[in-house]
C-alpha cells in the first residue's frame, strides 16, 4: 500500500517540526503494508532515521517488557493477579498498599500517584542504596484514591511491578524478558541499556538535553527516574525499532486469534490481557482508546483495540478484530520536551492511515 495521503502527512510534520525524525510502520493480518522513515535522528549531526534507528521507547517500556514478564509468570502460575503486594513482597504489608492486587497494578486502579520526582532525591545516593531508597520513598507514598476506585495512571505502580517480577523471578526484568521473551522471538532490537553496560554499538535517535546530566540524551535513557535507577526500570528504559516492536504486537495477535506459534503465551490468557479489565477502562498493561478525543483516532475498533503512548513521543496501536497493527515512533522530545505538537498529530496520522482499511 502507497498510503500517499499519510506518507505526504509524515513529511509535512517534520517540515513543520512537529518532530525531528520518525519511523511509521503499519501491518494488516500479519503483513507488513507501510513501512519507512522519516527526517532526522540527530538535528545537530543530520542523521537520518532508518528503518534500522532505535528509539527510546518510554512508556512502551510498561506493555512490552513489564506486562509481558507478568503474563509469562502469570502463565506458569507463579503470579496469580489477584495477589496482593503483602503476599509477595513482605516489606509492603505494613503499609496502605499491601491490599494492592498485580491487577490494580496493570490497570492502573491501585490508587497510587501518576509521577513522583524520586530521582532527586535518590540520585544523591550510591547507586547500590537507590532501590532501597526508592522502595522507602513509595512506602511512604499516600494512596489518592481507594484501591480499585477508578483509574489513575502511575509510573509508581510499574515500578513496583519490577520488583515483584525480581522477586518471583529471580532474575532482573532486563535478563528475564532478554531470555523468556525477546530471544525466543529472534529479537536482537528491544532492550535496555543498563549503566553498567557498554552502549549496544546502534543507530539510535536522539532525544533530550538534559540540563542536570548536561547532556545531550543518545542511547541513554530519558527518564529520569529510571535514569538513576541505573537505566532498567518497570517504567520506562525500553529502547527498540519499529520492526521490532512489531515482532512482539504481531506474536500477542497471532496467539490472540488462536496461533500459538511460538508457544510463548496460550491464547486464552492474551485474550484475558488484552480486553478491557473490570472496573478500569484500561486493559491489563495496555491502554485502549477513550471514548471521546482518543489520540488513536476514530477509526480502531474501541473495544478491540490496544496501545499505548511513550512520552518521548512512541506509539503503537493494535485492533484486534481488523488485525491491523500502526507503529509511530519519533523523538519529538529532541532537543526540548516542550514541543507537543505531537498530541493532535497523532490522531490525523492515525486517521489517514486507517482510511485505506475502510
Known sequence: ?????????????????????????????????????????????????????????????????????????????????DQTLAAIIPDFAAS???????????????????????????????????????????????????????????????????????????LSLNDFVRARIYDPLGIQNLFFIGHDRCIIEKSYAATEFCPW?????????????????????????????????????????KNFHGDPSKQLFQPKLVRLFLQKSPGSDRALGFDMPSRAGSSSGKFFTPDATVGHLGFTGTSFWMDLDKQIILILLTNRVHPSRSNEQIRAFRPLIHDEVMKQFQ
Open 1 to 81: 500500500m502507497k498510503m500517499k495521503s499519510a506518507d505526504r502527512l509524515m513529511h509535512a510534520a517534520v517540515a513543520e517540526n512537529i518532530f525531528p525524525g520518525a519511523h511509521l510502520l503499519v501491518s494488516h493480518a500479519g503483513n507488513i503494508v507501510f513501512d519507512k522513515a522519516y527526517g532526522r535522528a540527530n538535528i545537530y549531526t543530520g542523521e537520518a532515521v532508518t528503518r534500522d534507528t532505535v528509539f527510546d521507547l518510554a512508556s512502551l517500556t510498561k506493555p512490552l517488557a513489564t506486562t509481558l514478564a507478568v503474563m509469562i509468570l502469570t502463565q506458569e502460575g507463579r503470579i496469580c493477579l
Open 96 to 170: 496502605s498498599k499491601a491490599d494492592i492486587q498485580i491487577r490494580h497494578l496493570l490497570d492502573h486502579t491501585s490508587g497510587l500517584p501518576d509521577y513522583r520526582p524520586y530521582y532527586q532525591t535518590i540520585s544523591r545516593f550510591p547507586f547500590d542504596r537507590r532501590k532501597p531508597a526508592l522502595k522507602n520513598l513509595i512506602l511512604a507514598e499516600s494512596l489518592m484514591s481507594a484501591i480499585g476506585e477508578k483509574t489513575r495512571y502511575s509510573d509508581i505502580g510499574f515500578m513496583i511491578l519490577e520488583w515483584v517480577i525480581e522477586k518471583v523471578a529471580g
Open 213 to 253: 546530566r548536561r547532556m545531550l540524551l543518545i542511547g541513554r535513557v530519558h527518564d529520569d527516574n529510571a535514569y538513576v535507577l541505573g537505566g532498567v526500570a518497570g517504567h520506562a528504559g525500553l529502547f527498540g525499532t519499529a520492526g521490532s516492536v512489531h515482532v512482539i504486537l504481531h506474536e500477542l495477535l
